[in-house]
């Protein structure tokens, strides 16, 4: 197959296109705007190969969109391009509306225009592979209760509410014009090129360099976390065998509170790094107020997309977030480079 990424510079979405040209036969066109979130370093180890294209088009702009869609004549499109950080969400919603419900407003129409297109035979084996999060379900109060592909709607940010309605709209271009289309939601992401405002590797690195590790509140905030690469494979597994019409929750089986987490990151850099001048590490977490709207509580009931697709995490938290901090202290020049701003400005070539 030939595969359209949307967003594939960002964090998942590179992720998944380095498991598709490192894992499978398929060929790629990686489609990214290159916000402040893309970064094409992530992607060297498969920059090179045949089987992989980069095209930087918005996909708000539609002319570039059908262009592609002409040029490129891909078998499916894999949809990741989103603003998804919750505190940008609550500080400037609007990016989060223009890109996250009118871009995807805007590559529904051009897909549906180039699927319209197709003979039969490709018509019907097209996929429309939307990527969302568990935020759209709200949280959760029992804490029993699980997240299913049923559980009501009930976004609580900016960010999960601009994701909900990108959903919505999905579902929509499905019952109204047959697209074919697939969704899935999944619970919090960590793991290596994680983008250095989220939570694991913002502690990891501010723990390196002796600052403060915020925490909101208390930390009680519990998220099923899922290491990046298992979801990769989930998402292939998905846009290849997944049933159209359908939605699939990824969870990794790992419910954390925050504070556990933070305190598990300082544990392993005390191991890892135990000559650095600021062990034990957890003498720098600080408790901070917390954000607005904050849910407490994510879980991901995942036994569907394992019953029906035979998908389950290969990571366990312990095993994953260990070879996180790994990486990141392997590849601290990535890092920085994308805290000083380097790795755009040099994309665009202004000076450093």
């Not at 969704?183 to 694991?200: A, R």
């Not at 997944?242 to 929750?249: A, E, H, L, R």
């Amino acid at each position: 197959m030939k595969i359209i990424v949307t967003g594939g510079a960002g964090f998942i979405g590179s992720a998944v296109i380095r498991h598709i040209i490192g894992n499978t036969d398929d060929s790629v066109v990686n489609l990214d705007k290159l916000t402040y979130a893309g970064n094409l370093e992530s992607l060297v180890e498969v920059s090179g190969s045949e089987r992989y294209v980069f095209e930087e088009v918005d996909i708000c702009d539609r002319a570039a969109l059908e262009r592609v869609f002409r040029d490129q004549q891909p078998d499916a499109v894999m949809h990741l391009a989103a603003e998804s950080h919750v505190d940008r969400s609550i500080d400037g919603p609007s990016a989060f509306i223009e890109t996250n419900i009118v871009g995807t407003y805007i590559l529904l129409e051009a897909t549906r225009q180039y699927w319209q297109g197709l003979n039969d035979a490709r018509k019907a084996a097209f996929r429309f592979h939307h990527i969302s999060t568990d935020e759209v379900y709200g949280d959760l109060e029992d804490p029993e209760e699980l997240f299913t592909e049923t559980t009501p709607y009930a976004p609580s940010s900016p960010y999960s509410a601009s994701k909900a309605s990108s959903d919505h709209l999905v579902r929509a271009w499905r019952r109204t014009y047959g697209l074919p289309t697939v969704v899935t939601n999944c619970s919090n992401n960590y793991g290596p090129y994680h983008f250095p405002e989220k939570l694991i590797p913002l502690m990891i690195l501010n723990a390196l360099e002796g600052k403060a590790l915020p925490v909101y509140g208390k930390g009680n905030q519990v998220r099923d976390w899922l290491y990046v690469e298992d979801h990769a494979r989930a998402l292939y597994r998905v846009v290849t065998e997944g049933k159209v019409g359908d939605t699939y929750n990824i969870g990794g089986h790992n419910e954390q509170q925050n504070i556990e987490v933070v305190h598990t990151l300082c544990e392993l850099l005390d191991e890892l790094r135990p000559d650095s001048p600021y062990c034990p590490h957890a003498s720098l977490i600080t408790h901070v107020q917390d954000r607005p709207g904050h849910d407490l509580r994510y879980a991901i009931d995942a036994s569907k997309i394992q019953r029906e697709l035979g998908w389950l995490p290969e990571e366990t938290f312990e095993s994953g977030i260990r070879k996180t901090v790994e990486w990141y202290l392997n590849n601290l020049q990535w890092c920085r480079r994308v805290q000083d701003g380097s790795y755009q400005r040099e994309r665009l070539g202004t000076p450093a």
